[in-house]
């Protein structure tokens, strides 16, 4: 680099731009946040949305699924798997209950959870919920 | 050799973190045998748990490398014994028994068990991507890291303040600052995406560019003997570019999960520029060791500086910005192609940076300039298996991604998901080809610490 360009010149650079582009991000994350109740559906978050987005985590089905493109890339996105299912939450709560416990062979599996009536209706609120986001019309078609 | 003793408390981490490495990719072998024989180990380890011990033991073996190197390389900087190695020990302990643990729990728990036992309820913070850890060890990673940054602090204030210590000092307490975060979890997973990304994405795209910069302008310096000066210049430079880019940036992940649509424009634009400072490290360090005013006899050290360069500059920067623009991601959004990336990058950044310092320090710290010359063949050996076999990984899974986003995606009668991953199993056979060759390379990586103890070290050729 040119001796003309001196090292407290790169350090204003970094300084200046660094604490810039900081505050720019916080005063874009401050409006998104006000414009997200428009987009994000929270009215329709119930208390069984709730308890189904706990049952999500505690069991981790993060770790095999992606949902809204984030997450592991092993088994079918389930951000529109309520649309997928035909707007249907009974059919989410009948494919996650016939889970054989010992897998299906040679397939990949998903593990029995063996999860209540109330944490898997749930679970399906919250998918249902989900896919009522608007996410600029991701993704490109149903099968996610 | 070591100019200051309490140098040596790295060398714990910098064993601590080799080991869980090889964890990790023994674990990376599992999963890319579920992906072709879905029901291998169910339902003893399901996918998901094998994947929780796979990114965790990453995130944890990168974290002691980071603390392992600056617990080397403030002492010398600071010109000043480290300000409490005892603190340093009982730390170490700490993160380690912290870990095992954790990753135990993962394995002989089922997940929603070990998160009834551990208090989940009361604060959820668990079952997200990367952050699957119990809330008790979160708080226990953040006691770690502030003790670790105060040490390290205490050590820095007090001694010369050098660019590169400042630098890292910032790196790290951003790293402490952004990973707070990790306890915010709201009900609304739009919110809890939108400040998950400021875990994530604020890590690798932001503070911990500020830490792999300053421990590449060590090295750098070390190995090259080129003035100071010119050095720390660049170090301001990348690092400025690194925020300037990455911060608004974070935009790329705002795409599709329900925030406004100007991050489509923001996200796209800044992201696009995320490549120039890794780009500019790859000038740097090329630049550096062609300017070189001494040989240094740790020849291995200047492969994996200049293999870090590149390697985070392709994975990073090119494999980042190949889908980070809106249009693009919008069919690659949570593809095989985010795992190309995803792998590329934090191997030719994160991973190699730190075996880069262990090359340079663990020589040192053991009494010698640098290895022997045949522990010094032994790690050329093992970069180019596992960076060769890294690069074939990430060009299998840029094959199956590109197919999958065809099928699935793109095509006038989609595929489903599952139909789509049967139909691209070569590459993933390819893979797992690439990762047991990867996995021998880390072997050999391992073995390089143990050949050529007997023979005398490299000396300095020429000044
Ligand atoms: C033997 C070598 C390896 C194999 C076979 C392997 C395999 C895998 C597999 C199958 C996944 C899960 C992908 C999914 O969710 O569907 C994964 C995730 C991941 N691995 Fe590896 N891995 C290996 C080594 C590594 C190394 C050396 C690194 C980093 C230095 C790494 C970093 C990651 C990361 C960051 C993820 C999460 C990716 C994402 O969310 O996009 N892996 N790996
Ligand atoms: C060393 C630096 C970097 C590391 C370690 C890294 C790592 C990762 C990982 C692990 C993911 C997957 C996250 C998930 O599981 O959802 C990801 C996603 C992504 N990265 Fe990077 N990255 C780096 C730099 C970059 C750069 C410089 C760019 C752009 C030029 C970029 C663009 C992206 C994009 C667009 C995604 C989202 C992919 C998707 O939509 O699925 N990354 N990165
Ligand atoms: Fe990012």
Redesign the interface.
Known sequence: ?SER???SM??N??LG??V???L??FS??YH??G??PE??N?HN?TPE??LG??V?????????H????????????LGNVYTRFGNSTEAIIGFIESRP?????????M???NLTREELVGIAEFLKW?SE????N??????? | MMKYESQAVAKPYFIAAIALFVGQVLFGLILATQYLIGDFLFPEIPFNVARMVHTNLLIIWLLFGFMGASYFLVPEESERELYSPKLAIILFWTFLIASVLTVLGYLLVPYSGLAAMTGNDIWPTMGREFLEQPTITKIGIVIVVLGFIFNIGMTVLSGRKTVISIVLLTGLVGLAVFFLFAFYNPVNLVLDKFFWWWVIHLWVEGVWELILGAILAFVLIKVTGVDREVIEKWLYVIIAMALISGVIGTGHHYFFIGTPEYWLWLGSIFSALEPIPFFMMTLFAFNMVSRRRRDHPNKAAVLWALGTAVLAFVGAGVWGFMHTLAPVNYYTHGSQITAAHGHLAFFGAYALIVMTIISYAMPIIRGQVAGSETTQRWEKWAFWLMASSMVTITLALTGAGVLQVWLQRMAEEPMSFMATQDSIAFFYWLRLAAGIVFTMGLFVYVASFFVGQKEPPRSITTE
Not at chain 1, 56 to 64: A, L, P, R, S, Y
Not at chain 1, 69 to 74: N, R, S, T
Not at chain 1, 133 to 136: A, E, V
Not at chain 1, 138 to 144: A, C, L, R, T
């Open positions: 680099m360009f001196t090292k790169a350090r650079i970094y731009g660094g810039f582009s900081l720019l991000f874009l994350s998104t946040l414009v997200l987009r994000d929270r978050i949305v709730a987005k706990k999500w985590e505690d069991n981790n089905c993060v770790g095999c992606t949902i809204l493109g984030e997450g592991a890339y092993f088994a079918p996105e416990a010992e897998g299906v062979p040679g397939r990949r599996s593990p029995q959870f989900t986001i608007d996410t600029n991701w993704p490109p078609n149903i099968e996610g």
